[in-house]
């Protein structure tokens, strides 16, 4: 399996950013060049990752690279993209990303590129934080963690095996799907839960935020991820906003059950309700 000669990582953040030192942990002696669009994102990737050399400039990254990954929130993936397919590029060039959403994303970026005789494929690793920024980047993040990757009938074989072999040098756990089977599991599976718990971090506190006083750790773990970065869950959403309604959809309908259950007083349609539910969250595996 082809070894990459050097990769190129677009923005450091907290993605980004934990890409960068898995990549020193793991394939040590790696040439790593990172993007930022901010000076001073160059001078912090200077001071905390010194081995890796740092930029301002889009062709400077990308020179000589053999991967390139896309770490910006999804909204801002097409202008640095169309940047990128502009400059000399290697002929044996992959283009991947970490975004939430694949649909629109490859849509866009796999003919872009497909036009500069580079090949896109989607990654989508199931990592993160609520926090955001380099600060909060960590090594370990993708360690076992599921990375969807999500091909199309363009995808040449022998690329997406050499995609897949990053990822799994990274620590991730390998799953292939398309775009679109991608965008509705994602869906159910964060873009609902991230949903969910704003929606009831607004109707717990929209009215008293002094209860907050009275928090346990079942308000903190359920709210945990409204804590996230609104633009970028906006440019998530927005772009799902689909699979995401659907989902919405069906929670709307079984929130109303509840409240049938409760207004009709039946505790034995409650505790099937409950049972119901832990049955299926009981299948979730351990970490």
Known sequence: MSVERSIAIFSPGLL???????ILQRLPGMEIRIWARRPEAVEEVRRE??????TLDVADAMR???????????QHMGAVARQMAGCELAADLIVTDVGSVKGSVVAELEPLFA?????????????????????HASG??????????????RTPRPLLDRL????????CRIQEMTPEQHDR?????????????VLTTLAALGRDSSVLDSAAGGFRDTTRVAGGEPAMWAGILMNNRAEVTAALQDASAVMRELLEIL???????????????????????AV
């Not at 990752?49 to 740092?54: E, F, N, Q």
């Open 64 to 74: 000589g690279v053999s991967l390139a990954i896309l770490c910006m929130p999804i």
């Open 185 to 197: 599991r994602v869906a159910r599976i964060s873009h609902l839960p991230h949903s969910m718990a």
């Open 140 to 153: 370990d993040l993708f360690h076992r963690a599921a990375c969807l990757l999500t091909p199309t009938v």
């Open 115 to 135: 036009r500069a005789n580079a090949t896109f494929i989607g990654s989508h690793p199931m990592a993160g934080s609520q926090h955001t920024g380099l600060a």
């Open 49 to 54: 990752l010194p081995s890796v050399h740092a």
């Open 263 to 285: 207004q009709s007083m039946d505790e034995e349609a409650l505790r099937r309700f409950l049972a119901r539910a832990k049955a299926l969250r009981d299948l979730l595996p």
């Open 164 to 171: 897949r072999a990053f990822w799994l040098r990274l620590g």
């Open 16 to 22: 980004g950013g934990s890409l960068a030192k898995s």
